[in-house]
Each structure stands twice: as structure tokens, then as C-alpha cells.
């Protein structure tokens, strides 16, 4: 999608030099726009680790790249999978990336070969689902506009499931940057998602640069906006749907899916293949919730006379809980938005549109 105008993917093999890998680094955001270069499968576990680079898609594909400078630089590739997939529990593409790289090698003569390649693939295909995303997506935006006198779709989203969060597009956000091309009007409500604020500082970012109207809205806002009759379908990404139709993302996102359903909200989660789990039956009881820091919580950060810094927000001698993602269980989900189509939350749906899954 467009910076200033201008495209860019959120990871790229740098122009003129295959040794290094350059990302965005995302802790910038929307204050600094920092381009960094990756030059180790250390620096991936890093970069991930501290959320240089985050969302499903993305780590998905910053392990894939990770595995090639691993086997770039000689290192033990099983090792290095075990150490990318280390960094975060909750997002299954991370750990199906780095199986697909191992899988990639077996018997491979030139490894650092078979690795670019996979890399390069993984990220390419990551951009075209997310892309069949917006097609099938922008179509049930576009009936609810029909039936509305003004046209206008208000949607809300939860964290940042855009193109940030994968290699272009993003999950959630894909369908209204397809309903906005078409010309349909829509205004995208913006959790802000505490605590590290991933809609107001990421999603927000992203709207403004590609011209959608938007309003940031405080994590607690949603369910007063669908009892007035002001969203009109919940769009939100996914780090982990079990092949059940249960869906871990972003902590709050089950709140939301509530409301939505004590509204008659239809209440949509976006999702490339990659994000499913065809092993886990039940999201709430096995999906691992990745658990952080608690300075993540009583600390914010913010632009401060032109400077990053960060403020104490809470009693410093309070403990506080960081608990990263939650599950919505399938009987709150309207459908699941995916790139071979939209299918209904539930094992028959899901299974019939990925049928080379149904026997495990
Ligand atoms: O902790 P993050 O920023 O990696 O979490 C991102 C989300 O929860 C997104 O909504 C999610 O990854 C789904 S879309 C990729």
C-alpha cells in the first residue's frame, strides 16, 4: 500500500544486495517512518520479539526470511525454526512458516537457494490472498451499502489486521481498501486497542494514508456505537482459527463480538489460509495467549516535543496483567472472510472450502 504516495510491502529483500532484508520498523509508527535492515535469523528473532514487526501475515513472512538468512549464514536451520517459532505462541503463521521452509529444504542441495525462493513465495502469496480478501470481502460491504439510503458503511475493526500486519493489504482492512476503490462510502470506527495501541497509532496511519475516513474510538466505545444504530459490520483479523471456526485475536476482540451480537451486528473475521490451525478443536481451551510485559500496560508511548517517550500511566508498584489475545468463540462469528471465498464459522463450512484438510 501507499507511504506518502509512494508503495511499499512491510518486508523486501533489499535492492542490489540479497543479503539483507528490510522491514518497517512498526515502534515508530505513525510518528517516524524508519526503514531497518535484517541481516541475521538473530535479528528476525528480535525484531519479532519486540514487535519491529507484528501481525499474523507479517511474522509469518519475517520467519520465512529469518529461515534464508539462517541458512545464509550457515547456521543449524532446525535451531533457528525453534528460536523463530520461540518468539511468539499465539499466531500459527510464524510456526507454519518456518515448517514450510524446513519442509522446503529436505533434500535440497542449495539450501540458501530453496530458501530465498520460499521467502520470496510465502510473501508474494500473503499479499494475493490478502488481495482475493478485499474481492470477497468488498461484496458484503457493497449489499449492506445498497440497502442503506445514504450508502454509507460504517465498519469497525480491532487492532491492526491491515497491511501493516501482513505484506500488503492486510486481512480486515483489505476489503474496505477494495470497497473505497470501488467507490463505495464507508467510515471505519478504529479501536484503539490497548495497550500498545495498534489501531490509533497503526490502523489510523494506514486510512489516513490511503484516504478512507476513519475515527479512532476508545477501546470501551463500541458496543454505545452499535446500540445507536452506528456500526453496521465488525470487520476484524485473526491469529489463530481453529479449523472449528474459533477465532484468537487481539485481547478485547471477544468484548466486541458480544456487542455485536446482542445488536444483530453481522460480525466478519478476515483471514488468509496461514491463519488457520487444522489441528486445534477448541480455540478458548488450547490456542496458547501469549502473555507480555506489564510495563506494556502501565506505560504509553507518544510523540513528546517531536520525541518518542513513554509515560508511567498507573501506580509504578502496581501490578498489572498483559494478556495479548482472547478467542470468540464461533457462535458469535456471522462468517469468515478468506481468499477462496466467504465461508460460515463452523467445521463443515470451513473444511468444505479447504477440502485438502478434512482428514487432518
Ligand atoms: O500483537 P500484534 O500487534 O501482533 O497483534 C495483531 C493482531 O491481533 C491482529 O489483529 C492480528 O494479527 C490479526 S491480522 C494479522
Redesign the pocket.
Known amino acids: 500500500m501507499n507511504v506518502n504516495k509512494k508503495h511499499y510491502r512491510t518486508i523486501w529483500v533489499k535492492e542490489g544486495n540479497e543479503k539483507i532484508i528490510q522491514i518497517i520498523d512498526q515502534r515508530s509508527l505513525p510518528y517516524k517512518f524508519i526503514i531497518e535492515d535484517l541481516k541475521s535469523v538473530d535479528d528476525f528473532v528480535r525484531a519479532i520479539k519486540e514487535?519491529h514487526v507484528?501481525?499474523?501475515?507479517l511474522?509469518g513472512a519475517a520467519a520465512g526470511f529469518g529461515m534464508y538468512l539462517a541458512a545464509l549464514n550457515n547456521d543449524d536451520l532446525n535451531k533457528a525454526g525453534e528460536k523463530l517459532k520461540a518468539t511468539r505462541p499465539t499466531?500459527v503463521n510464524l510456526a507454519w512458516a518456518v515448517d514450510r521452509q524446513l519442509k522446503a529444504i529436505e533434500n535440497a542441495e542449495d539450501k540458501v537457494k530453496i530458501t530465498l525462493e520460499t521467502a520470496k513465495n510465502i510473501a508474494d502469496e500473503d499479499a494475493d490472498f490478502c488481495k482475493k480478501i478485499g474481492e470477497h470481502g468488498a461484496k458484503i460491504i457493497e449489499k449492506i451499502s445498497k440497502k442503506k439510503n445514504n450508502g454509507l458503511v460504517n465498519i469497525l475493526t480491532?487492532?491492526?489486521?491491515g497491511w501493516l500486519?501482513?505484506v500488503d493489504y492486510g486481512?480486515?482492512t483489505a476489503p474496505i481498501y477494495a470497497a473505497h476503490g470501488k467507490g463505495i462510502k464507508v467510515h471505519v470506527w478504529v479501536d484503539e486497542t490497548r495497550p500498545?495501541n495498534?489501531g490509533a497509532r497503526l490502523t489510523a496511519w494506514e486510512l489516513l494514508q490511503q484516504g478512507v475516513p476513519h475515527t479512532i474510538i476508545s477501546d470501551n466505545a463500541g458496543g454505545h456505537l452499535m446500540q445507536h444504530g452506528l456500526v453496521d459490520i465488525c470487520i476484524?483479523?485473526?491469529?489463530r482459527t481453529t479449523y472449528t471456526g474459533d477465532v484468537a485475536?487481539?485481547i478485547g476482540t471477544y468484548l466486541k463480538a458480544l456487542a455485536a451480537k446482542d445488536n444483530n451486528v453481522p460480525f466478519y473475521v478476515a483471514l488468509p489460509s496461514s491463519s488457520f490451525d487444522w489441528k486445534i478443536k477448541n480455540g478458548i481451551k488450547k490456542i496458547p495467549i501469549e502473555q507480555r510485559g506489564d510495563e506494556e500496560v502501565k506505560y504509553a508511548q507518544g510523540l513528546v516535543n517531536s520525541q518518542i517517550k513513554k509515560v508511567l500511566l498507573a501506580p509504578k508498584d502496581s501490578p498489572a496483567a498483559n494478556f495479548?489475545?482472547d478467542v470468540t468463540p464461533r457462535r458469535l462469528i456471522s462468517g469468515l472472510i478468506t481468499e477462496r471465498g466467504v465461508c460460515k464459522a463452523n467445521e463443515e463450512s470451513i473444511l468444505n472450502l479447504y477440502p485438502e484438510h478434512k482428514y487432518g
Open positions: 514487535m507484528r501481525g499474523a501475515g511474522i499466531a480491532h487492532c491492526n489486521a500486519a501482513f486481512s480486515a500498545r495498534q476484524v483479523g485473526t491469529d485475536n487481539k495479548a489475545f
